[in-house]
């Protein structure tokens, strides 16, 4: 039975109505759609494409494409996914700063403890030059004092 003469056959409009209410379970709404009727019920059986209705007409109805309400704009998808990237890059530059960061804390850490032990020398020399001084004099003290016992 040829379905465009088939009594119960729906009209164009309903099913542009029927699509657009997304009443089709399983359809992928992201390609053009062309619904295809064929049982008495009166209910979309089949999807097709675009080169199948040109390929026959007759069993075709083109249909004007109706994404569903949630289908997400494919400018607003590109725009995430930039902004997953940026952000993917953002972290690792900042992972990157973070250990440049501490490997100029360390660094600055080695300086500072190299200075330290620089101060810690120069402390412990002078500490050791005065002590070698009071014990010259100690000495010569002493030496004094002998001097006058003899």
Request: glycine share 2%; proline share 7%.
């Amino acid at each position: 039975m040829n379905p465009q003469t088939s009594p119960n056959q729906p009209s164009y409009n309903a099913l542009k109505t029927l699509i657009k209410q997304h009443v089709i379970e399983g359809v992928d709404y992201s390609k053009p759609l062309i619904g295809v009727w064929d049982s008495p019920e009166d209910e979309i059986t089949a999807v097709g494409t675009e080169k199948k209705a040109r390929r026959r007409p007759r069993r075709y109805a083109s249909l004007v494409r109706a994404p569903p309400p949630d289908t997400p704009n494919t400018a607003v998808v590109k725009l995430k996914e930039e902004n997953a990237k940026l952000n993917k890059r953002l972290k690792r530059s900042q992972e990157k700063c973070h250990v440049f960061g501490l490997h100029l804390r360390a660094a600055a850490a080695f300086r500072e403890a190299a200075d330290l032990k620089t101060k810690v020398a120069n402390v412990e020399a002078a500490e050791a030059r005065r002590e070698v001084e009071r014990l010259k004099r100690e000495i010569e003290r002493l030496e004094a004092m002998n001097n006058l016992a003899n």
